[in-house]
C-alpha cells in the first residue's frame, strides 16, 4: 500500500530517531535508558496519531463531498485499502448517477416530444409528472402540478375518474374523454397501474387525440346516409313510374310517353350523380391528379362560354368573357378546368332569372390569375355561404334536386381547384347575386 507524506514522516521519525535514541541511551546511565526509551517511543505514537488524524480528516471532508453529490472527490490512501474502497464505491456511485441521469434525460426527451398527453400519479393521487402535451391541453403549469393531488391540480371530471377508478381498482382501463374548450376535443383515455416490485404504486394516463378520427367517421356515415337519400328519391319514381305502365298505362297511348321521359329523366339524374360521386372519389384519393400543363385561360375561357351559351340563350340569360390581355398562361389541366367552369356556368345559368347576367371575369393576381364567375341571380343566404362546398349540400333541396343537381358540383370544384394549387371563394348576396372566384398558378 503507497504511504501518504504524513504517515511517511512519522515513520522516518521513528525509523531515524531509534539510533540516535541508542547512541543517547549508551551515553546515559542505565537507569534513564528505559525513561527515554519510553519518551522517544510516546514522541513518535503522537507524531502517528497526529497524521492518521490528518488522513481520517481528509477521508471524511471527501465521504461528505460524495454525499453532496460531487462524485469527483477521491479519498486519500489509508492504512487496510480504505481509502481504495471508498474510491471504487464514489466510482460505482458516479456510474449509477450518470446511467440514472442519462435515463431519466431520455425519458423527458420522449415525454416532451409525444403528441399524446401524459400524467402519472402516485398512490395517494399527488401528480408526479404532466407532459408538456397534458400541461398545454389542460392549461396546467407542470411544476405547480407535481406534488398536488390530481383533482385539484388537473380539474378535469372525466381524467379524475379514470384516474381513480385505476387507483382504486388497479387494472388497465380506457376511456373516451372529451375537452370542450375552445373547441371540443375528442381523446381516447388509456389508464393503468404502475408497479413497482409487484406492488401498484399508482398510475399513468395517456390521452391520444381521436378527434379527427370521429370526425372522419361522422362524415363517412353523413355522406353513405346521403349517398342513400340521393339514390332512393330517382329509384322510387323510377320503380312507381314502371309499376304504373304495368299496371295499365303501358296502354294509355297519351301519358305513356310522358312516364317514359319521367322514368328516362330519373335514370339521367342516378347516371350524373353517381358519375359526380365516382369524379369526386377519385379526386379525393389521388387517383385523378391534374396534368399540368402551360394553358391560354382565354381561349379556354371562350370554349366554356360557347358551351354554355344555348343555355344561357334558353334561360334568357346575358353570358359574356372578359379576359384582361395581359394574362400569363396557367399551370392547368384543360379537361379538369373545363369542368371547374362547366359546374360555376351551370349554377349561374341555372339560378339567374331571364334578363340576367352571367359574367366570367379573368385577371392577374399575385403573380397568377384569378377568375370570377359571376350572376345576378337568386344570391346565395350569409349563413348558407360557408357550406356551399360541401358535399351534398344545397341552399334550396327542392329547387336544386328539381333542376337535375347532385349538391356535389361546387365539392368538385373545390377539390379541383385545390388540386392545381388554387384557392376558391365565394361571395354573395341575396338578393343580388353571386360571384365565385378560384386562382391558377402561372405556368
Ligand atoms: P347542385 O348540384 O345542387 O347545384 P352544387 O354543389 O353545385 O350543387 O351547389 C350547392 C348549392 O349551392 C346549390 O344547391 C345551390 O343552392 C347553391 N348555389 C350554387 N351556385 C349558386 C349560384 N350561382 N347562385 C345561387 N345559389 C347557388
Known amino acids: 500500500m503507497p504511504l501518504g507524506p504524513g504517515l511517511r514522516a512519522a515513520l522516518g521519525l521513528v525509523v531515524v530517531g531509534a539510533p540516535v535514541v541508542w547512541a543517547v541511551v549508551g551515553l546515559l546511565p542505565p537507569r534513564w535508558t528505559s ?11 503522537w507524531a502517528f496519531g497526529r497524521c492518521v488524524d490528518a488522513r481520517i480528516a481528509e477521508l471524511h471532508g471527501v465521504l461528505r463531498r460524495l454525499a453532496d453529490g460531487d462524485f469527483t472527490a477521491r479519498a486519500p490512501s489509508i492504512g487496510g485499502g480504505l481509502g481504495r474502497e471508498v474510491n471504487r464505491l464514489a466510482a460505482r456511485a458516479a456510474t449509477a448517477v450518470e446511467g ?15 403528441t399524446e398527453a401524459v400524467v402519472a400519479v402516485d398512490a395517494e393521487g399527488r401528480v408526479l409528472l404532466v407532459n408538456p402535451a397534458l400541461s398545454r391541453l389542460l392549461a396546467v ?3 405547480q402540478a407535481r406534488g398536488r393531488r390530481y383533482v385539484e391540480s388537473l ?20 376511456h373516451e374523454v372529451r375537452l370542450f374548450s375552445p373547441d371540443e376535443r375528442i381523446f381516447e383515455g388509456h389508464a393503468a397501474p404502475l408497479i413497482q416490485d409487484g406492488r401498484p404504486c399508482g398510475a399513468l394516463l395517456v390521452l391520444h387525440d381521436i378527434t379527427r378520427q370521429r370526425r372522419l367517421e361522422q362524415v363517412r356515415r353523413d355522406f353513405v346516409a346521403n349517398v342513400g337519400h340521393e339514390l332512393r328519391t330517382p329509384l322510387a319514381s323510377i320503380r312507381g313510374f314502371a309499376e304504373t305502365l304495368r299496371e295499365g298505362a303501358v296502354d294509355d297511348k297519351e301519358n305513356r310517353i310522358e312516364f317514359l321521359r319521367t322514368i328516362e329523366e330519373h335514370a339521367d339524374r342516378l347516371t350524373k350523380l353517381v358519375d359526380d360521386l365516382l369524379d369526386l372519389s377519385a379526386i379525393e384519393s389521388g387517383h385523378r391528379a391534374p396534368r399540368l400543363e ?3 385561360l382565354a381561349a379556354l375561357l371562350a370554349g366554356s362560354s360557347r358551351s354554355f351559351a344555348p343555355m344561357a340563350v334558353a334561360r334568357g340569360v346575358t353570358l359574356k368573357v372578359v379576359a384582361a390581355p395581359d394574362l400569363p398562361k396557367v399551370s392547368a389541366d384543360g379537361d379538369q378546368l373545363r369542368q371547374v367552369l362547366a359546374n360555376l356556368l351551370d349554377n349561374a345559368i341555372k339560378h339567374t332569372d331571364s334578363q340576367g347576367h352571367v ?39 327542392a329547387r336544386s334536386r328539381e333542376a337535375g343537381g347532385t349538391g356535389l358540383g361546387l365539392s368538385i370544384v373545390k377539390h379541383l381547384v385545390e388540386a392545381h394549387g388554387g384557392e376558391v371563394s365565394v361571395e354573395s348576396r341575396r338578393p ?4 365565385f372566384r378560384f386562382t391558377l398558378r402561372a405556368a
Not at 379 to 389: E, H, K, N, Q, S
Request: glycine share 8%; with cysteine; proline share 4%.
Open 432 to 435: 343580388g347575386g353571386s360571384a
Open 294 to 296: 402551360p394553358t391560354d
Open 155 to 174: 380539474r378535469h371530471n372525466g381524467i379524475a375518474e379514470l384516474l381513480g377508478s385505476v387507483l382504486r381498482e388497479r387494472r388497465e382501463m380506457a
Open 141 to 143: 403549469d407542470e411544476a
Open 100 to 114: 440514472l441521469s442519462r435515463d431519466k434525460a431520455q425519458l423527458s426527451a420522449v415525454l416532451d416530444q409525444m
Open 35 to 45: 525513561a527515554a526509551l519510553l519518551a522517544a517511543l510516546a514522541v513518535a505514537a
Open 359 to 397: 359574367d366570367i371575369c379573368a385577371e392577374p393576381w399575385h403573380g397568377g390569375v384569378r377568375v370570377t364567375v359571376s350572376d345576378t341571380g337568386s344570391g346565395i343566404p350569409a349563413d348558407d355561404l360557408p357550406r356551399v362546398f360541401e358535399r351534398f349540400y344545397r341552399v334550396d333541396k
